[in-house]
């Protein structure tokens, strides 16, 4: 199968030329499954206020973005993960969405918020979904979430095959050097699409990542430039946690000597 | 303050001789604070047969390499980690003893065990202990264990500022990847010690690493040569975890969303 990302730069509060960036970007000629844009794709990031987030956020049920998506995912034939500034309710979460060919089949919000991130959004409430979509098991984070290994661990262990991690990176290649070594002690693929540009102060890193179960980078891109990738891969390779004829990824875990993980005040 | 390692090949079964052997590496001219040596340092590895684990083991109060190693902490006013096979009653374990200027300290025993030593080794039963030296906090974990994120952010979440890991890596280079990645993801420095040469059809793949909180690698041996290495370092880099003025590497963690990690069947 196939797996790729659109490397871009959505444009801030005007979610229509947005799409028509997309548009041009989406390479028609070349056929994938999947395809992973950045972090909050409808919106844009960088917001001065509140309102600003509210004023470019969208509903899932009622959203030009996934509506978009939809013809696109249907027409094509694939399934698209994007960052999405959701709205419900009164409420923001910085969301991931995955859509299929057949329409919207569910969301992931971000559970580690970044930054100035905390005065417009709402802390993840649905935790770590896992979908099945025949291909394979998808399972999404978004930009921030990276330093955590937790959330890698338990969306490999709930079964995620590919992990598909919208972002807007600004720390310098962090996450771009992490993600290879969260893929390979999980032996997950993981697509991290990245932006490019800048918005106000903040500049966005680029090096969208494709890596694979064996913590090699099957592609990065570059710092700057507009790149839609595709690349073939082998999802078998993400089903194997045999590491030797005697151990295993998982069944050698030692999962009740873990239980600090949990505990909400660690430095009691 | 400063940290460093010695890479090299312990003999199988022979214990004089690999103190002989780290006696002679021991660079007596350089100064250092912690020193961390490989994985079964006072056995050797690869044993034909539980008996050949059994003859080459050692107790933590009646042991020759221990004896050795406390003489060389008081002489040279340092601390050792040191990988060594502790014979406990009528069980082995693959065990991580910390040694000071004024005596053993403590011990680590492996959670994780590789291929064959599970024929040998009980698991660990002890958890993951950090010791409080003074110059810093300690924490130790011995090869496979690399592979495991949650027993570094224990380590890291129970205030270890230094991941002593003595080692015998197999594995082509994979550790050695990974291991900086642990030091960036928890902000901690590590130093993974590891052999060289081989025994029976065992190959050892040197690399020993120095890895900085910021996931840098401050030194990384070649993969054939003996080779003592000593670099400073500065301890407060690992007692910072604040990432942003807004984000804490510890305090942003969501610990009620990462109950999955302790759940032993996670197939259900």
């Known amino acids: 199968m196939k797996i790729g990302f659109i490397q871009f730069a ?36 960088n917001f001065n206020s509140f309102e600003e987030a ?10 030009i973005f996934i ?42 919000r971000k559970l580690h918020l970044f930054m100035n991130e905390k005065d417009y959004f709402k802390p993840g409430n649905i935790g770590l979904p896992v979908f ?11 930009c921030f979430d990276w330093i955590f290994p937790e959330v890698w661990r338990i969306l490999a262990l709930k079964g995620a ?9 600004i720390l310098p290649g962090l996450a771009q050097k ?26 966005f890193t680029g090096l969208s990542t494709i890596a694979t179960p064996m913590g090699n980078i099957l592609f990065q891109a570059s ?7 595709i690349k073939d891969i082998d999802i078998t390779m993400a089903r194997d946690k045999i590491i030797t004829k005697r151990n295993d990824l998982f069944s050698d875990r030692r999962p009740e000597e873990y239980l600090l993980l949990i505990e909400k005040d660690v430095k009691g």
Chains 1, 2 share one sequence.
């Open 10 to 45: 959505p444009i801030l509060g005007d979610v229509q030329a947005t799409i028509r960036k997309i548009d041009g970007l989406i390479d028609q000629s070349k056929i994938t499954d999947i395809l992973v844009l950045p972090e909050l794709c409808n919106s844009g990031y």
């Open 54 to 63: 509210w004023e470019t956020s969208e509903e899932i049920e009622n959203s």
């Open 67 to 108: 509506n978009y998506l939809k013809s696109k995912c249907k027409q094509l034939n694939l399934y698209i993960v994007s960052g999405f500034n959701e709205r419900d309710n009164k409420a923001l979460y910085n969301s991931a969405i995955l859509i299929g060919p057949k329409g919207y089949i569910g969301k992931y």
């Open 132 to 142: 099945d979509i025949g291909l394979c098991k998808i399972g999404m984070l978004v």
């Open 161 to 169: 095959e590919i992990i598909c991690h919208p972002s807007n990176l």
């Open 178 to 203: 992490a993600v290879p070594i969260h893929a390979l002690i999980n032996r997950v693929y993981i697509v991290t699409a990245n932006r490019i540009g800048s918005e106000g102060d903040l500049s």
């Open 223 to 229: 710092q700057i430039k507009e790149e839609t990738v």
